[in-house]
């Protein structure tokens, strides 16, 4: 069912200069930035490898990030792996008796489909189910 890692969500409090440590220091290539409205966040993509790092800004005080970063700080938020059937993935997660924080899959950043599982079943990480086309 899992494919690959597709990537791993960063959350930061500041993009921009979340942004040139990646790309200054670690020397990763910034290929692109997107704002999805339906989850309040600002997303930088950095590749690497056949992998990429995304790094989370919150655009709102509601957003999902905003709130992780007033619980735990910046740090990584959570890890997304690639299937290719989002909807067979999440049935097979539900008979497997995995909570669902989305019983639907939803859009997210760079045009996938996606769709979280609840950290209590997951041994405390938060995981993202991302379908590409």
Do not use: W
């Not at 409090?13 to 440590?21: A, I, P």
């Amino acid at each position: 069912m899992i494919g690959k890692v597709d990537h791993i969500g960063i959350a930061v409090s500041n993009l921009d200069e979340s942004v040139k440590f990646y790309s200054e220091i670690l020397g990763l290539a910034l290929h692109g930035t997107e704002v999805v409205e339906e989850q309040k966040v600002k997303v930088a993509f950095l590749p690497v490898g056949d992998t990429e790092v995304e790094l989370l800004e919150a655009t709102s005080p509601e957003s999902p990030i905003a709130k992780f970063i007033e619980a735990k700080g910046q740090g990584v938020q959570h890890i997304a792996f690639r299937v290719e059937n989002i909807e067979a993935a999440l049935e097979e997660m539900k008979a497997k008796g995995i909570r669902l924080i989305d019983e639907k899959p939803r859009y997210g950043a760079g045009g996938a489909r996606i769709a979280f599982l609840h950290p209590k079943s997951t041994n405390g990480v938060l995981i993202e189910l991302c379908e590409r086309k």
